[in-house]
T-cell receptor, first 113, second 113 residues
Framework: AQSVTQLGSHVSVSEGALVLLRCNYS??????LFWYVQYPNQGLQLLLK??????LVKGINGFEAEFKKSETSFHLTKPSAHMRDAAEYFC???????????FGSGTKLNVKP | EAGVVQSPRYKIIEKKQPVAFWCNPI?????LYWYRQNLGQGPELLIR????????DSQLPKDRFSAERLKGVDSTLKIQPAELGDSAVYLC???????????FGQGTRLTVV
């Protein structure tokens, strides 16, 4: 069985500060991992994905994530937060056939001026 | 190219009434997912289609929920009768066979009163 745990349902940072959103997964097989962003009243938009290539993955809007097998983690980072980054972020894991995506419960990012 | 289109965006109904949601996938996307997102939680899979075949409906509450995907293109999700606990956002996502990414629609926010 696969599952995703996102530590911290709410994270608040100042504009310009480092963003770190945590994601840990459990999977019996090498997983595919994703980060999605959801703006208010919108669907989910893919930020980045890990599919067994480079462990450091760069995505859109300056975000990146590092797959660490030993820690079963896939934390999302951005060096400098912008006001427009305020949204909810979901980590997801999929089997290799993408039959099902398992989502974490989400982390709401608040960016203070 | 248009993304995944869902309608309606919002729906308010009284309990015990029927309701239907519609999804138009991205052209060429054979795989279609319906997800339910409860408030403060990540999306959870209800049903997955490969073309017109429902290949995973294990999480669909079949006593009141039904879905169809005629001709392997558009899909509808129906609830009859609706219960208060069905209030959620219903998300449709689609994927083409050559891609690892699932594209999400904006969702239908259902409120059952």
């Amino acid at each position: 069985a696969q599952s995703v745990t996102q530590l911290g349902s709410h994270v608040s940072v100042s504009e310009g500060a480092l963003v770190l959103l945590r994601c840990n997964y459990s999977s019996s097989v090498p997983p595919y991992l994703f980060w999605y962003v959801q703006y208010p009243n919108q669907g989910l938009q893919l930020l980045l994905k890990y599919t067994s290539a480079a462990t450091l993955v760069k995505g859109i809007n300056g975000f990146e994530a590092e797959f660490k097998k030993s820690e079963t983690s896939f934390h999302l980072t951005k060096p400098s937060a912008h006001m427009r980054d305020a949204a909810e972020y979901f980590c997801a894991v999929s089997d290799k056939n993408f039959n099902k995506f398992y989502f974490g419960s989400g982390t709401k990012l608040n960016v203070k001026p | 190219e248009a993304g995944v289109v869902q309608s309606p965006r919002y729906k308010i109904i009284e309990k015990k009434q029927p309701v239907a949601f519609w999804c138009n996938p991205i052209s060429g996307h054979n795989t279609l997912y319906w997800y339910r997102q409860n408030l403060g939680q990540g999306p959870e899979l209800l049903i997955r289609y490969e073309n017109e075949e429902a290949v995973d409906d294990s999480q669909l509450p079949k006593d009141r929920f039904s879905a169809e995907r005629l001709k392997g293109v558009d899909s509808t999700l129906k609830i009859q009768p609706a219960e208060l606990g069905d209030s959620a956002v219903y998300l449709c996502a689609t994927r083409d066979p050559k891609n690892t990414e699932a594209f999400f629609g904006q969702g239908t926010r259902l409120t059952v009163v």
